[in-house]
Every structure is written in structure tokens, then in C-alpha cells.
């Protein structure tokens, strides 16, 4: 995950930075096409403007004469267009055109006009029906002169206001074409100069020489009748090529200026930081990376330190309680031991009496109690022999045991010792491993357990042993005991013990019966005789869900084995 981190971390620090840059590159491109346009708007209205007053100035040159009176004065009229023209490069020809269309006076040679006719040119035919208003034309051959170039036309008019002629001044668009190749350093920029029709009246680059007409719907001429100045993301009017289109109308005429840039222009610097990005965020990754893997080893150290520090604290704790636990049975066997001995020798004498008095009273009553205090005395030596099994210092008798034949047989004293209310269930594994074990304190400890069992089955039920072989590994947690063991539990469905409780089952005087009913020595003699043949016992118990307790006793052909 921190490996993930660490590149991805840099990659969303990379994202961000391009889409920062692209948005500030594309803002900065917008910026400059608007900056373009506004120059080049001004140059073109001058221009424009200039027209305007060579129309003004031969309109009221000729305001007061007819057709006969300019025709007698064509020469000094001539030499009046020679110089407009000579004083206004881009003009290329000034026509004086009668109401029928036969130009009247040009700039160029006389001679070129005489079998010219103009009435069915546009800015003739707009002239016709419009009154004063400037009209500019889109690109035509010239009949004069046989160029491309286009008009701007003022109308001449009566004293009554009919239709006397036209007066048109000619432009042509390589005057532009000149003019806005500094504006175009790279083949994806351009700029035009367009009608508000659509019509481009120049363009640079040029294209070929055919006129090129947008629609009304194009995105260009649909954002300028929204506004007079604009920029907008699109294809190019010209090749439709994506990039930044920026427009400006002209103040006073139908026109409109308009500058683009392609996108493989206006993103070439982002593209060069982009590699700048890249090659920041690859460095940044990788040294990222080196951290993450320094950090992770030093981590995996301490993690690994602190394990065994635990496992070591928790080993020292185990031993602690071992070793506390050991001094206490010591403790508790010798004071236990030396009871027991005690307790056995006053017992002696008890029975020894008690024997030599029965048979011999002629009063059935006293020859009851006798027989009742030998009972007593029975019971007293069991204990007894509880208490010294407890101690370790009973007198062992191991053999190689068939612990299935032992049960079997010790089955009615089981039967016996469990109330009527209790049945009995044996679920012995056949072929089961011997055993080496004193037959005498196997049956005391299946008795201590039946007992144990009676009392938590007081309105009834069922005890079920079961023997079975099994391979203890490190994994099943049993005292960490491994190899082949006989296993012996004896399970029943009373009443269970809570985990706490169950957790104390094998301590010494531990007991949760009342006062009187129970010495606290059943279950820890059954664990002390697992430990002592070389094995272990283990209770799993729940409330409600009864009790388990299985001893676990090395098999006497793994004992053989380890011998040797």
C-alpha cells in the first residue's frame, strides 16, 4: 500500500500540475489572440476610414457637374484619382461609373474602360437601390484590370435623389496578404477579414483563390452576432483545424477581423513542460519509493524486535508461573504428604480396632456402628490414597496397559458411582495404542472424573468416554506436546463451568461446591497422574454446554521408540 502511495502520490501531484498549466496555457493563448485582434481591427478600420475619404472627397468633387461637364474635365479628374491613389497603397483603382454602368473615369488608362460595363457588378446593383450608405462587396475579377480585388462604392445621386452613377474605390486583398504575414510566424495561425455575411474578403494564408463563404451557422458568425468581440475554442474558419478563433468587428462597417491559432501552437510550451512534469515526477517517485522501502525495512525491524521482545516477555512469564506454580505444588505435596502419612498411621489404628471389635457384639446395634465406622474408615483411606496420589507419593505400578480393557472393566464402578438418573455411552476406538500406565490410578482417575461429572448432573443425563489415537503437533496447542498420545475424555452434558472457572479446574483446593461437599483434589489428581506418566490433561467447558475433560497419555510404542 505505501509502495501504491508512493507512486500514485506523485502521479495525482502530476495531474494536477498539467490540467493547472493546461488551463493557465489556454487562458494566456485566449489573452494574446484577443491582444492580436485589436491591432489588427484598428489597421483594417483605418484603412476603411481612408476609403471613406476618397469617397467623400470625389463625391463632393463632382457633386455639381454631370456626366458632360466630368467627361470635358477627365483629364485633371484623372490626375485628381492618380493621386489618391499614389497617396493610399492599397488602393489599386478608383471608378466614376454612369447610371447605366459604363465607367466614366478610372485611375487606370483610359483606354482599359471604354468597353467595360459595371451595372451588373454587386456593389453597382446595391448602389442602385440603396441611398448614401457605403457598400462593401465581396471578391471579383476586376473588368478593368482583370485582378481579384473588392469595393468599397458610395452612391451618386440627382438633385432629386435618382440613381446618377457609382463611385467605387478597389482593394486588393494581397494588400493584406502583405500586411499580416508578421501576425503569422507558424503555418497554423491565420487571419481573414470577413463580411457579415460570411464572405472572406482576405486571408492569410491564402488558400487558393477561391472565395471562401461560412455559414451563418458556423461558430464563428454565431458568436459575432452575439457580441462584437469575442474568442471562442473551435474549428478553424478556414481548414478546420482545432485551435483558439478571436474576433473583432470593425467599428463602423460590416466587417469583422478575425485571428486563430491552432492547438499544436498554443499547447507547444505546455507540451515542453509537460516532459519537465514527467521527469520531476519520476524523480520525485523514485526517491519517494527509496523512503517507502528505508522506512518499511526499519519498520519490519522494530516490528520484528518488538515480537521478540514480547515472545521473550511472555516466555519469562510462562517460566515465572511455572516455576510458582511448581513451588506451590511442592509446597502443597509436602505438607500434603506429611498429613496423609499422618492421617494414615491414626487410620491404622482406627481399623486395626475396628476389625478386632466386628463379629464380636452381641448387640445389633453396636455391631452396625462397627460396621458403619469400617465404612467411614474405607472412605478415610481412599482419601487417603487421593491425597498421596496428589503429593507423588504413592507407590507406582506401570504397565503396558489395553486402556479400552481397563475401561471396559472398570465400566459397572462407573455405572455405579453415577446416579440411576445418568446413562453411560463408551466410544472406544478399536485398534487403539497401548499405554504405559498403573491400572490402579487410571481407574481412580476415571472415578474422580465420573464423580466430578455427578455433580454437574444432578437432574440427569449422559457421560460419554472416548478413547482415540492422536498426533499432537505444535499447531493444536496442548501444552506443547508433540508425538503419538492415547487420549481419554470423559464428557458430559451437565451444566458447564464459565471460562473462568474452568480456567482454575486443575488448581489445588479449588472447588466450587459447597462447604463440606467437595475437597478441591478430584481434578488436579487426575491432571497431576497425566503429568506424572508423561502426558497432560486438558478441560474445555461452557455454560450450559456441559463439560470435556481429555487426558493425554504418551503410547507405550513411542515410550519404546524415545528409549532407545
Do not use: C
Not at 489588427?40 to 470625389?58: C, G, P, R, T, Y
Not at 480585388?149 to 493584406?176: C, K, Q, T, W
Not at 507407590?395 to 459397572?412: A, K
Amino acid at each position: 500500500m505505501l509502495f501504491g502511495a508512493a507512486i500514485l502520490v506523485p502521479l495525482i501531484l502530476f495531474s494536477l500540475a498539467a490540467f493547472d498549466d493546461y488551463q493557465q496555457t489556454m487562458r494566456r493563448a485566449e489573452h494574446e489572440a484577443l491582444q492580436t485582434v485589436a491591432p489588427l481591427e484598428e489597421h483594417a478600420s483605418s484603412v476603411f476610414d481612408a476609403q471613406e475619404l476618397i469617397l467623400d472627397s470625389i463625391a463632393e468633387r463632382v457633386a455639381d457637374k454631370d456626366w458632360d461637364e466630368i467627361s470635358a474635365s477627365q483629364k485633371s479628374l484623372h490626375e485628381y484619382l492618380l493621386q489618391l491613389q499614389a497617396m493610399l497603397p492599397q488602393v489599386s483603382d478608383i471608378v466614376l461609373a454612369d447610371e447605366r454602368g459604363r465607367p466614366r473615369l478610372t485611375a487606370a488608362p483610359a483606354s482599359a474602360s471604354l468597353a467595360a460595363n459595371i451595372s451588373d457588378q454587386d456593389y453597382f446593383v446595391a448602389q442602385r437601390s440603396t441611398l448614401g450608405a457605403t457598400y462593401i462587396d465581396g471578391v471579383v475579377k476586376e473588368r478593368l484590370s482583370g485582378e481579384l480585388a473588392f469595393h468599397s462604392s458610395r452612391r451618386l445621386s440627382e438633385p432629386d435623389l435618382s440613381f446618377r452613377g457609382v463611385i467605387a474605390v478597389a482593394m486588393p486583398p494581397e494588400y493584406f496578404f502583405n500586411l499580416w504575414r508578421s501576425f503569422i510566424p507558424s503555418d497554423d495561425r491565420f487571419v481573414g477579414l470577413v463580411r457579415d455575411d460570411g464572405e472572406f474578403l482576405a486571408r492569410q494564408p491564402a488558400l487558393g483563390a477561391e472565395p471562401i463563404t461560412l455559414p451563418l451557422d458556423s461558430p464563428l458568425m454565431s458568436a459575432a452576432r452575439k457580441n462584437r468581440q469575442g474568442v471562442y475554442h473551435g474549428p478553424s474558419p478556414l481548414d478546420g483545424s482545432l485551435g483558439i478563433v478571436a474576433y473583432k468587428k470593425l467599428e463602423k462597417y460590416p466587417l469583422y477581423i478575425v485571428y486563430g491559432v491552432g492547438y499544436p501552437t498554443v499547447l507547444a510550451s505546455w507540451y515542453r513542460n509537460l516532459v519537465f512534469y514527467g521527469v520531476a515526477t519520476l524523480l520525485a517517485a523514485g526517491l519517494l519509493l527509496v523512503i517507502t522501502r528505508y522506512a518499511l525495512n526499519v519498520m519490519q525491524a522494530e516490528q520484528q524486535a518488538l515480537l521478540q521482545l514480547n515472545a521473550e516477555t511472555q516466555q519469562r512469564e510462562w517460566i515465572q508461573a511455572d516455576l510458582v506454580h511448581a513451588q506451590k505444588l511442592e509446597a502443597i505435596g509436602a505438607l500434603t504428604s506429611a498429613t496423609a502419612h499422618d492421617f494414615g498411621n491414626f487410620l491404622q489404628v482406627i481399623i486395626v480396632n475396628l476389625h478386632a471389635l466386628k463379629g464380636r457384639q452381641a448387640d445389633e446395634r453396636l455391631e452396625s456402628r462397627v460396621a458403619a465406622g469400617l465404612q467411614a474408615s474405607e472412605g478415610a483411606t481412599k482419601l487417603q490414597r487421593q491425597l498421596l496420589a496428589f503429593a507423588h507419593k504413592q507407590q507406582l505400578d506401570p504397565t503396558v496397559l489395553d486402556v479400552n480393557s481397563v475401561i471396559q472393566g472398570f465400566l459397572p464402578i462407573l455405572s455405579h458411582a453415577l446416579a440411576p438418573t445418568v446413562t453411560v455411552e463408551m466410544r472406544l476406538q478399536d485398534n487403539l495404542w497401548p499405554a504405559l500406565l498403573d491400572k490402579n490410578r487410571l481407574e481412580v482417575a476415571l472415578l474422580n472424573l465420573a464423580v466430578n461429572a455427578k455433580h454437574a448432573l444432578s437432574s440427569g443425563g449422559r457421560v460419554t468416554v472416548e478413547t482415540r489415537n492422536v498426533l499432537l503437533s505444535l499447531a493444536d496447542g496442548v501444552d506443547d506436546m508433540t508425538g503419538h498420545f492415547v487420549a481419554i475424555t470423559v464428557m458430559d452434558t451437565g451444566t458447564g463451568m464459565p471460562p473462568a472457572i474452568a480456567a482454575r479446574a486443575f488448581e489445588p483446593f479449588f472447588t466450587t461446591k459447597e462447604k463440606g461437599r467437595g475437597t478441591g483434589l478430584g481434578l488436579p489428581a487426575v491432571h497431576a497422574l497425566a503429568k506424572e506418566f508423561g502426558g497432560t490433561a486438558k478441560i474445555d467447558s461452557a455454560l450450559g454446554q456441559g463439560t470435556r475433560v481429555t487426558l493425554y497419555f504418551p503410547s507405550a510404542s513411542a515410550l519404546t521408540a524415545s528409549d532407545e
